[in-house]
């Protein structure tokens, strides 16, 4: 019973699990992929973060660190209660966070506005608490966003997909979103997974729907 609230429902606060003061792992130095650096809480001057969760975070990355003008990426979990939770904690649901991508990129070859039209058209945004067959809230889709711009966009964007969608007989868009909570990087071993582990899990199914331009 109790596995089955914390699949389908956020946990409360006063439910979570208690986490940590500090993460007990370390991270690479370096994005294999990108050759930036992997942890990137100072970037460059003029370059933007884009923070989304699509379902399962490897082939999320995947997707994100191909597109030009995107300088670092990694996975993480954001939207949550607990501090400094581990990958077993995210996946029993009482963490409240949502496993998700954190992407650096440059304005200047690829707008806020291209990669929220990304993030839609590559996974199904009306599944509430599950993508595909990984169901959970650590798979709900979610937009974080680091200013009022991107805010703004993102609420543009939803608003010209939803129409979109509803043509394709889908449903209402459940994606949350939200100003960015605090971002926790994942374990090393999840970090450009799809890398390290070619023939690894891709969960990813695009609905087949455009973005308006």
């Not at 370096?30 to 969760?53: M, S």
């Not at 400094?84 to 992407?103: F, K, L, M, Q």
Request: aromatic share 12%.
């Amino acid at each position: 019973m109790l596995f089955s609230k914390y699949k389908s429902q956020i946990v409360e606060p006063e439910n979570a699990l208690p986490g940590r003061t500090s993460r007990t792992f370390k991270l690479a130095e370096k994005h294999k992929v990108l050759d930036a650096p992997l942890v990137t809480d100072e970037i460059p001057a003029g370059y933007e973060v884009a923070l989304f969760g699509l379902g399962c975070f490897w082939g999320a990355e995947e997707i994100f660190w191909q597109i030009p003008g995107v300088w670092s990426t990694s996975v993480g979990y954001a939207g949550g209660t607990t501090p400094n939770p581990d990958y077993e904690e995210v996946c029993s649901g009482r963490t409240g966070h949502t496993e998700a991508v954190r992407i650096v990129f440059d304005p200047a070859k690829v707008g806020y506005a291209e990669l929220v039209a990304a993030f839609y058209e590559v996974h199904d945004p009306t599944q509430g608490m599950r993508q595909g067959n990984d169901v959970g809230t650590q798979y709900r889709s979610a937009i974080y966003t680091n200013s009022s711009e991107q805010a703004q966009v993102a609420k543009e964007v939803t608003e010209r997909y939803q129409p979109e969608l509803a043509k394709r007989g889908y449903g209402t868009i459940t994606t949350e979103i939200k100003p960015a909570p605090t971002y926790y990087y994942a374990e090393d071993y999840h970090q450009q997974y799809l890398i390290k582990n070619p023939l690894g899990y891709r969960c990813h199914s695009a609905t087949g729907v455009k973005v308006p331009r």
